[in-house]
């Protein structure tokens, strides 16, 4: 579960590379550079806290799986909603990204 939030990661990735272009244009201004910094940060910054949150409940989850089986829905729920604060950082860069 815990794989797409890498790549959130990427298609920021991929999309700030896209604004540089090659080294000889000088047209690269302190604003677009600090919001191409901002929009990185906060997919990073959400998908660290996104993995921690995954990582958690499903340890918990796995643990209490095994002593009773009607919790699995519940778990996969909860993962759903550990995993979509990844999809919220990369909602707020996308929107940093393309104000530069």
């Known amino acids: 579960m815990s794989g797409i ?3 959130y990661a990427l298609v920021i990735a991929v999309l ?3 604004d540089i ?3 000889p244009s000088q047209n690269y201004s302190l604003f677009t550079g600090f919001m191409h910094l ?5 997919v990073g910054g959400s998908g660290l806290a996104a993995g921690y949150a995954i990582g958690i409940v499903g340890d918990q989850g796995v643990r209490s ?3 009773q089986s009607r919790v699995f829905v519940g778990m ?4 759903i ?3 979509v604060l990844g999809l919220y950082g990369l909602i707020v ?3 940093l990204n393309s104000k530069s």
Request: no cysteine; proline share 7%; net charge negative.
């Open 5 to 7: 939030i890498a790549v």
């Open 16 to 18: 700030i590379a896209g």
């Open 21 to 23: 272009g090659p080294p």
């Open 38 to 42: 901002a929009s990185g940060l906060s």
């Open 65 to 67: 799986y095994m002593q």
């Open 76 to 79: 996969v729920l909860i993962l």
């Open 81 to 83: 909603f550990g995993e």
């Open 93 to 95: 860069g996308l929107i």
